[in-house]
């Protein structure tokens, strides 16, 4: 064991590229073994195990410089394994609870009259790429359609067929978020004067998002306060009114959009 020990020490000095390393550190996993296989307590072996220990951590030591002074140079392309990537980061730190939803699509509860009508929306809009008001025009004329050929001379429908139709929304944006395809999102409101970003807050039970009146960014650092006013006045048609914000700034979740590619 010794003079193999001997033996790699002298091939290490004469190594000159990370090539040479490979049958070393195979010797060295041998010698190891054997180390570790002699477990008889005798004065005289433990002399021999302390002098062997030495070496080998002398020949450790050799090795990592060696091993630092010529790295391993990859041949032919790296292979990484994304979908092991992937599934560990979104399924190790998100519980159910949150992705959850992309298995349970809301448009599997209706009716499969009003399903497929939804589903000739999102093909227009998504696959065939309609704009969203040519797609509700489309979601309209089939829902209309739909309508005179359910009721009967007179104008009246069953409970049932007008049930199938209430449940065929008018805008494709209520189709696709009845399809998990609308993304969950967070709508940030921007400063028009230095583009500073402010996140919504909500009041306690309250989905209503609150933003700062004004920006309280300073653009660089002695400047003033920026002050430009964030949020504009919006009159409903029913004279509610309301504030947003002037320059709106959609950011998606990444933890969502990575779930829904996997689901
Ligand atoms: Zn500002």
Redesign the pocket.
Known sequence: MERGAHSCLTALSTVESNAELVPIERDIALLRQSFNSVTRKLPSVDARKQTLSRLLSQIDLTFQEHQAAYPAVAVGPIVYNTGTSIRSFIFKPLPDTLIGHHFELPVNSHNPVAQLTMFIAVVSTVIMGLSRQMGNLVLNLVKLTLCWALQDSKGNMTERQSSILNQIPTTVETVLSKFNLDGKTTVFAT??????TYAPSFHPGSHTPSYPAT?S?R?YPDAEV???LLMEEVIADDGARSSKPFKPFVIYDFHDYLASLLA
Request: with cysteine.
């Open positions: 400063c028009p004067e230095c583009h500073c920006c960014n653009p920026c002050s430009s």
